[in-house]
C-alpha cells in the first residue's frame, strides 16, 4: 500500500472522528424550542369595497425533547410600513387656538397590533421588551424631542392615544390561545384604512420573560382594481388625473343642477 492510500484514509479518519466529536456540540446550541408558524393569508387587495380584513396566526411549539419546566407564553406582533411624522399641539394665543409646539418623530409604524397569552406585564420583562422591541412604545422612536419641546413625551403619548382610538395601534392581551403547552392561534383584525406595503408578523416564544425563540413572516398589502388604476394615474399621470377630477367634478355638479330643476317643476 502506498503511502499517499495511507495518508488519504488517516486524513478520512480523522474528518470522521472531527465530525463525530463536533455533533454534541451542534445539539448543544439548537434551540430546545423552536416555532413553525404559519398565516391564513399573506397577501391582501385594498379594493373599492374593500372594509378591512383578519388574518389568522397559527402555529406549534417544535421540540427535540420534553419540553422545560416553568410557564410557556405566546406574544404575536403585526407591524405596517414605517413612516416619519410632525406631531403638533394646539396652543390657546389671543383667544385663537393655533398650531404651536412640535416634535418629530422618526419613526412610527402606520398599524401595530400585540397579542399576548397573557398580561405583558406578567410575562414580558423590559429588559427583554428593550432587546426585542415588542411593544409600541419601543418601536415608535422620537427624534430631538428635547430641544423641539416641552413635555414631549405627551405629544408621543397623545399621538398613541389617536391611534389607539382609530384602531390602527392595538393591545390584544389574553388573545393568543395556547393548547397543551404546543399549538397556538390568534386572530388580527386589519382595518380598512391600511397602508400598502408589507406588513412583518413576529411570533416570539417566551419563559420566565425571556424570549427562547422567535419567527418571522410577512403580508404584502396592495391596492387593487380601481383603487390600483386611481393611485397609479395619480402618481405617473397627475395631469390627466387631474383633467378627470375637474371633468368628474363638472358633470356631478351639472347633473345635480339638472336634477334640483326637475324636482322644482
Known amino acids: 500500500m502506498s503511502a499517499r492510500r495511507i495518508s488519504a484514509r488517516l486524513a478520512q479518519r480523522l474528518c470522521l472522528i472531527l465530525g463525530l466529536l463536533a455533533l454534541p456540540v451542534l445539539a448543544q446550541d439548537r434551540p430546545a424550542e423552536t416555532i413553525v408558524a404559519g398565516l391564513s393569508q399573506n397577501r391582501v387587495a385594498i379594493t373599492a369595497d374593500f372594509d378591512g380584513s383578519e388574518i389568522l396566526v397559527y402555529g406549534a411549539v417544535r421540540r427535540d425533547s420534553p419540553p422545560p419546566e416553568g410557564r410557556l407564553d405566546v406574544i404575536v406582533t403585526v407591524e405596517g410600513p414605517p413612516s416619519s411624522l410632525l406631531v403638533r399641539r394646539k396652543d390657546r394665543v389671543w383667544g385663537i387656538w393655533v398650531n404651536h409646539a412640535a416634535i418629530s418623530?422618526?419613526?412610527?409604524?402606520?398599524?401595530?397590533?400585540?397579542?399576548?397569552?397573557?398580561?405583558?406585564?406578567?410575562?414580558?420583562t423590559e429588559t427583554e421588551n428593550l432587546r426585542q422591541g415588542i411593544t409600541i412604545?419601543?418601536?415608535?422612536?422620537?427624534?430631538?424631542?428635547t430641544a423641539e419641546a416641552d413635555g414631549a413625551g405627551d405629544f408621543v403619548e397623545a399621538m398613541l392615544r389617536v391611534r389607539r382610538a382609530a384602531g390602527t395601534y392595538q393591545l390584544l392581551e389574553n388573545r393568543v390561545q395556547l393548547t397543551e403547552q404546543t399549538l397556538f392561534r390568534t386572530d388580527v383584525v386589519l382595518p380598512a384604512n391600511l397602508t400598502e406595503g408589507i406588513y412583518k408578523v413576529r411570533l416570539f416564544l417566551l419563559?420566565?420573560?425571556?424570549?427562547?425563540?422567535?419567527?418571522?413572516?410577512?403580508?404584502a398589502v396592495h391596492k387593487a382594481g380601481l383603487e390600483r388604476l386611481i393611485f397609479t394615474m395619480a402618481q405617473e399621470q397627475p395631469l390627466i388625473y387631474g383633467l378627470l377630477c375637474l371633468l368628474?367634478?363638472?358633470?356631478?355638479?351639472?347633473a345635480a343642477s339638472a336634477g334640483f330643476r326637475l324636482l322644482q317643476r
Open 105 to 124: 418623530v422618526d419613526s412610527a409604524p402606520s398599524f401595530y397590533a400585540v397579542a399576548t397569552t397573557g398580561h405583558l406585564k406578567d410575562i414580558l
Open 137 to 145: 412604545d419601543r418601536v415608535v422612536r422620537a427624534v430631538g424631542i
Open 207 to 219: 419563559r420566565g420573560g425571556a424570549v427562547v425563540a422567535q419567527q418571522e413572516r410577512h403580508i
Open 248 to 254: 368628474m367634478a363638472g358633470v356631478s355638479g351639472w
